[in-house]
């Protein structure tokens, strides 16, 4: 970039043991071509392990990981007008997730067969949002997000209302989309019209 | 040759009080301060702080909603309707349900160890004590009876006077029959509305003159705002 | 005799030496590292914050292997194995300490060790490279932290990732499959941990690693710069005879002559990093990575705490910009600062600009990082259940004030609004709210909400709107009035105004 002109005059170049002058034999054509299949060896191989090696580290980047219907149990746990906190396990844990597995939610019951479930993260950075069902409001305890009870943002800085899961009730139980933690790039439901704020 | 000698000994000297010394640092986790779920929580006056002592005062705060040091409200309420209160709240009043099952923050074991807290500061008071609960009596002697008692402070209509208004319709509209009940029996000593023996010096509130009183102030409850009475009745 | 043993002793000890010198080579690698000249006006304190950072990172990488043989990076086991090392591992919890304290030495060094190389000029020609191996190595460095607190794996942790994974969705196009990738799922689960531990523990030590010897061989190759001189211009013609010049006239080998402060600062860092530990210990671990404990709290550590705050200060609109854009541009900047001011002046009183960068970068980060750790913009959770109203709000009030005094707290109004101080810091102290607003005002901010407000229309009764704004408007200092409608005549409202006026405004159909 910048047209230097290094002088090797800095100590550490002094002392260098490079006393044996000889040039170097001009380069024979055997050791001419050796070198070419060496380099051309090389970079195939190279080419070879990189396949798995992306493969590996990009699996997750490409890999389908559909959303699957989960059972949040019996309807008659989420009493008619409340919103409350269910859990369920993620479809693609593996056995040494721990506690983590246990992915909380927020279920509304609107009436008879109609439900909302929200996702625990807050639309803005994730954090885990909380009910406060005397003032009807979800807050979020990290930068202040606020939604009401339909989900609708309500104040702070979530740049959209809570992210929702797909439901259904299947034989007096109720039923969610999930398995995946909703995000801006994927907020995790086709089905959802999402609102700006 | 001495020097050798002791050399193996101060060092074994120096890493023994390193280990030693170091348990008893300030820095190192105290196991007492270990995280746990605020279910284990069982110390009753911090619950009683984390989740009373914002409405109810306890003695060292004041409190919007009625004192749980109060001793006339202490000894009216029966342990159960205490215990009921806390777990379940009171539909259409503001006070919420605080059991786990209703979206509350405390388990039923958490919730027994309050009651027996508040329940501590419980002592037998003289006389004759009215029930906590009772029918609605006559609104026409309430009237009466407000004007002997109350109207001092609240004015002769219960418009206020000294004190504020006992019979606005926002209030009225907000409140419960046994609220009222309750406020007439134990008063608001620390704000200074007595309770039912010290509003007459030397004449205590009847059961009557309680249940008499308290159907006036209902009487007075009107729909002005075209809207559902938040919750007329318990 | 004794003096005859002694040279005996000395003869064997050179022989030795000697020996392992004619295999190593130990005296000429010695004489071209350690040994390289510097010139003496760098033996200066001001020279010590390299070493010091390089010494920190020495800590951390034995520190860090020493708890890895405690602590299992698996989704179910690592928080057992954190209360294991912190509260029965003999001195599990003073190891977990250093390396705490290590990181936040680290970070802290590193950040002044630039500060100084800027404010001197040593990043102009010709250590461009070293300035920028440098650069490199802060965002390794930036990495380890973030990453060495996923490692603590507690709520905070398992929240930071969800942080990581919101702002990474953000990406315009590509986001839900990068969050993906990050997470290795589509939920946080036991292999982002892995992913978190692969990180801290293979790639950014090593990556850091082949970056020191990049630039310590760059400092070795192009010199420690010359302690600045005013007016002294670096010229790409003449600067590298220039300083010849300064090492021919006053050049020291490092080793012994120049080392003397920096081993002095070495003490004091690994000192200070023992007190700390000792005195404040680690942090954490606080409550279990378990989503489902939704009381949480998330907090970052302290050096990431302005993000934090930028986070929840930005507009809507500029958010993205500033979580994904703004930083690779200043991280670009940064690495190409070299060639953006290669020559010129080095002394920082010659270069005004540069030190009012300094400044206003500083007080920028302590002013984010004040306003992260305060939070101000976030609810108090439990206000509403915990915070007493003062005697003074209280006494005196009538019995509907008391019941909106009751409603401010039921409905969660005090986790925004403090009373006199205690309570929330979101919105406005109420304590005189009313000689601020009318009861109308009041109604209408409670009712449609409004300037970072919820609207509480849909979850108030007509009743608790009109107690609570009467409460309201009873909170102005006694003696005083409260606030009157600037477009009314300024005489004291009738009798029964208030009650009317509070009414009004819930006439409409909110219920």
Avoid at chain 1, 31 to 36: E, T, V
Avoid at chain 2, 117 to 125: E, Q, R, V, Y
Avoid at chain 3, 323 to 350: D, Q, Y
Wanted: glycine share 10%.
């Amino acid at each position: 970039m910048t047209p230097d002109a290094p002088k090797e005059t800095t100590p550490a170049a002094e002392g260098c043991a490079c006393q044996s002058g000889t040039a170097v034999a001009a380069p024979t054509s055997r050791r001419n071509f050796l070198l070419q299949i060496g380099i051309g060896l090389n970079v195939l191989a190279g080419a070879l392990i990189s396949v798995p090696i992306l493969g590996y580290v990009l699996s997750s980047f490409a890999k389908k990981f559909p959303l699957e219907w989960i059972n949040l149990g019996s309807t008659s746990q989420f009493p008619e007008g409340t919103t409350q906190l269910a859990s369920y396990e993620n479809p693609y844990r593996r056995p040494w997730d721990g506690e983590m597995a246990r992915i909380p939610c927020w279920v509304r019951h609107i009436s008879a067969n109609d439900f909302q479930v929200f996702a625990i993260n807050c639309a803005h950075l994730g954090c885990p949002v909380r009910w406060f069902s005397e003032s009807k409001l979800f807050m979020c305890p990290c930068h202040g997000g606020a939604y009401y009870e339909n989900g609708d943002h309500a104040a702070g800085p979530p740049p959209r209302g809570l992210f929702t899961y797909e439901c259904r009730v299947t034989n007096g139980s109720l039923e969610i989309k999930g398995g995946i933690l909703p995000n801006l790039g994927n907020p995790g439901n086709p089905t959802e019209v999402a609102k700006p704020a | 040759m001495i020097r050798s000698r002791l050399l193996p000994l101060a060092l074994c000297a120096i890493i023994a009080s390193a280990l030693v010394g170091c348990d008893w640092m300030p820095g190192k986790p105290n196991p007492a301060n270990r995280w746990k779920p605020a279910a284990s929580i069982t110390d009753p006056a911090t619950l009683f702080a984390q989740n009373c002592l914002a409405c109810h005062s306890i003695g060292a705060t004041t409190s919007a909603a009625i004192a749980l040091n109060s001793p006339t409200f202490l000894a009216v309420i029966p342990p159960a309707t205490l215990k009921d209160t806390i777990t379940n709240g009171i539909p259409g009043s503001r006070m919420p349900a605080f059991v786990e099952s209703k979206g509350g923050s405390l388990t039923a074991a958490q919730i027994d160890l309050l009651v027996d807290f508040i329940l501590k500061n419980k002592k037998p008071i003289e006389g004759p004590l009215p029930p906590y609960a009772a029918p609605l009596g006559n609104a026409a002697t309430g009237q009466v009876a407000f004007a002997t008692f109350c109207a001092s402070c609240h004015g002769g209509t219960g418009a206020g006077a000294k004190a504020g208004s006992i019979v606005d319709p926002d209030y009225l509209g907000l409140v419960t029959d046994q609220y009222l009940r309750t406020i007439v029996i134990a008063g608001r000593p620390e704000l200074g509305c007595p309770d039912f023996r010290s509003r007459v010096p030397g004449r205590a509130m009847t059961d009557q003159d309680i249940s008499d009183v308290v159907a006036w102030l209902a009487s007075n409850r009107r729909n002005d705002l075209g809207q559902p009475l938040a919750a007329p009745n318990p | 005799m004794i003096a005859n043993a002694k040279k005996k002793v000395t003869d064997a000890a050179l022989g030795v030496f000697g020996w392992i010198d004619d295999r190593i080579h130990v005296s000429e690698i010695f004489e071209h590292t350690a040994g390289h000249h510097i010139p003496k006006s760098t033996s200066s304190w001001f020279y010590v914050f390299g070493s010091a950072t390089l010494l920190c990172l020495i800590i951390q990488l034995v520190t860090g292997t020493l708890l890895a043989l405690a602590y299992v990076p698996s989704g179910a086991e690592a928080y057992t194995t954190l209360e294991y090392l912190t509260f029965e591992q003999p001195l599990g919890w003073y190891l977990r300490g250093i390396h705490y304290w290590g990181s936040n030495f680290m970070v802290s060094i590193m950040l002044i060790h630039m500060t100084q190389v800027y404010l001197f000029g040593a990043y102009k020609y010709p250590r461009e490279v070293t300035w920028m191996s440098g650069v490199l190595l802060l965002v390794i460095t930036l990495g380890l932290a973030f990453t060495g607190q996923v490692m603590r794996f507690d709520e905070d942790a398992y929240w930071g990732i969800g942080i990581g994974a919101a702002i990474t969705g953000r990406s315009p196009g590509i986001g839900g499959p990068l969050v993906q990738m990050l997470l290795g799922g589509p939920i946080i689960s036991a292999e982002t941990l892995s992913r978190f531990f692969t990180l801290h523990v293979f790639v950014l030590p090593g990556s850091i690693l082949a970056i020191i010897v990049l630039h310590l061989r760059m400092v070795l190759l192009k010199g420690i710069n010359e302690w600045p001189e005013p007016g002294v211009e670096v010229n790409r013609e003449t600067y590298d005879r220039h300083y010849a010049a300064i090492i021919k006239r006053e050049g020291m080998p490092f080793v012994p002559h120049g080392i003397g402060k920096d081993l002095i600062a070495g003490a004091i860092v690994i000192v200070g990093i023992l007190v700390c530990a000792a005195v404040f210990g680690p942090k954490g671990p606080i409550g279990p990575p378990d989503p489902t404990q939704i009381d949480a709290n998330p907090r970052p550590d302290f050096f990431f705490m302005w993000i934090f705050a930028i986070a929840a200060l930005m507009p809507d609109y500029m958010e993205t910009v500033a979580l994904l854009v703004a930083p690779p541009i200043v991280i670009t900047l940064l690495f190409l600062l070299p060639f953006l001011n290669n020559t010129g002046e080095k002394h920082w009183s010659r270069r005004p600009a540069a030190v009012l960068t300094v400044v206003g970068l500083y007080l920028s980060l302590g002013l984010l990082s004040w306003w992260g750790i305060t939070s101000p913009w976030s609810p108090a959770m439990t206000a509403w259940r915990a915070d007493p109203t003062p005697k003074q709000f209280l006494v005196g009030h009538t019995p509907l004030e008391l019941q909106g005094a009751i409603v401010l707290q039921q409905k969660q109004c005090r986790n925004c609004h403090a009373i006199d101080g205690i309570g929330g810091v979101r919105g406005p102290d109420l304590a005189e709210v009313g000689s601020r607003l009318t009861a109308p005002e009041l109604a209408r901010q409670v009712i449609q909400g409004g300037g970072n407000m919820p609207a509480y229309g849909k979850n108030l009764s007509p009743y608790e709107v009109n107690a609570l704004v009467a409460y309201m408007v009873s909170l102005h200092p006694t003696g005083t009035t409260p606030a009157q409608d600037s477009a009314k005549p300024s005489v004291p409202p009738p009798e029964n105004s208030k009650r009317q006026a509070s009414a009004d405004p819930a006439h409409g159909d909110h219920g």
